[in-house]
C-alpha cells in the first residue's frame, strides 16, 4: 500500500488548470500550423493565423487561450494499492479547482441554484469529478476545461440496432452541422458508442482526450473516424463557420480546446 | 474587402459593408450577454431608461476573464449570439448598430437588423487573448454585480471582425457554406 497525500492532489489540480488554459497543446499547434498551409479559403488562414498568435500570446502572457475557461472537469485514475491520506478527496479537488482559477485569473463560470437566484459560485467549484479505480500504485490526473459554448453542441441519441453503422455516421455529422459556426475552432469532436445514457457520454468525452492527428489502433474504426471526418468537412462549414473546404474538424473522438493536460506519479 | 470602421457607426458606414468583409474596428464598443440583455428588456418592459445610450452603439456578447494587475481586461473572445436573440430585436428597434459575436442569429434578430440598418460581426472564438491585446481600456457602466457579465465600455484599436450579416441581407454563413460544400458523390 502507496500513501498519497491529497494536498499533492491538489496542488497538482491548481497546476494543471491554469496550464490547461494558458498553454495550447503541441498536437492542437501543429494541426493549427498544418490548417493555414492546407486551408483553400483565405477568410479560413486568417482565421487559423489568428489563432497560432493567439496561443503565442496566452503562453507568453500566461492568460488564457479563450475567456471561457469552463467547468473543471478532471478524469482520475487512482491506483488499487493506493491510500490517499490527509482528508478527503472531493474536497481536494475543489480547493484545487479554487486556488488555479482564482491565482490563475481564469474566469469563473459556475452558478448555484439555477431556478433560483444563478449566483456564481466565485471560484468555479464544484468540479466535475470522474475517478476510476485502476490496478496499480499510481494516481493519474487529466484536466480538461469544458467551455459552456462546446459542451451545448453536444447531442445524444437512442439508435436502433437497424440504423447500424449509417445511423452512427448520420448523427455524428447531423450534429456537426447543427453546430455550425457556434463552434471555436478547431471543431473536434468526440464520439461514444454503446453502454448506457450516462456511459456513452462518459465515452464521449473521454474521447476528446486524444491527441489531434493521433490514428485508432483498429482499423476498422480508423476507417470510420475518416469517412467521418472527410464528410464533415465536405459539409464546408469551415472555421467559424465562415465557409472553408479544409477541417476546421479534425478528426473524430478527440481532444477538446481548450486542451487537456496530464499529471502522473509513479 | 477590407475596412477601417470607427465607432459610432453610421448608415453611411454600414451600407458600406458586405458579408464576408474583414472589418477593424476603432473607438468603443459595449460588452454585454445574456444576463445584462435580460435586465435591460426588464428595464423596457417596464418603460424605463436604460443604463447606457445604444444609439449607434456596437454590443460585443463577450464575458471576460479577470483582468491581471496592470492590463484592462482578461482575455475576451466573442460568445455564442445566439444566446442574445430573444432581446436583441428590441434593442435593434431603439438604436443600436453594430453586434459583434459568434454563430446563427434567429429570423427575428435578421429581419431587426434590415429593418434598422444594423450589422452582425463575428470575431474568432477561441483568439480571446489576441482580442484582448486591441482593447487598450475597460470601464464598468453597468451592473457591476454580474461580474464578468456586467455591462462595460471598451476602447478598441484595429479590433479584428468579419462581416456575418450586412444590411441588404448577405449572410457569410450561408455563402461560404454555399461556396464550399461538396454534395456526396459529387
Redesign the interface.
Known sequence: MREIEVSTIRDAVARLAVDSCCNLGADVLTFFEEAVERE??E?GK??FR??L??AS??RN?Q???????GLAVVFMEVGQEVHLVGGDLEAAVDEGVRRGYTGG????SVVADPFGE?K?SGDNTPAVLHTRIVPGTCVKIVLAPKG??AE?MSALAMLKPAQGRAGVLDFVVDTVAKA??????PMVVGVGVGGTFEKVAYLAKKALLRDVGSVNPVPRLAELEDELEA?CN????????????SPSWTSSWRSS?PTSRRCRWR | MEHALTTPLTDEAVAELRAGDQVRITGTMLTARDAAHKRLADLLDKGELLPVDLRGQIIYYAGPSPAKPGKPVGSIGPTTSGRMDAYTPRLLDIGLKGMVGKGYRSQAVKEAMVRNRAVYFAAVGGAAALLAQRITAARVVAYEDLGPEAIREIDVVDFPVIVVNDIHGGDIYEEGRRRYERKVGA
Not at chain 1, 63 to 69: A, E, F, N
Not at chain 1, 180 to 185: D, T
Not at chain 1, 234 to 245: C, E, N, T
Open positions: 483553400e479559403s477568410t486568417g482565421v489568428q489563432l498568435e493567439n500570446i496566452a502572457e492568460m488564457p487561450l479563450c475567456q471561457d475557461t485569473y481564469l474566469r469563473k444563478r456564481n459552456g459554448g451545448n455550425g459556426p457556434n463552434a471555436c475552432p464528410r465536405d459539409l464546408g462549414i469551415g472555421p467559424q463557420g465562415l465557409g472553408a473546404a480546446r
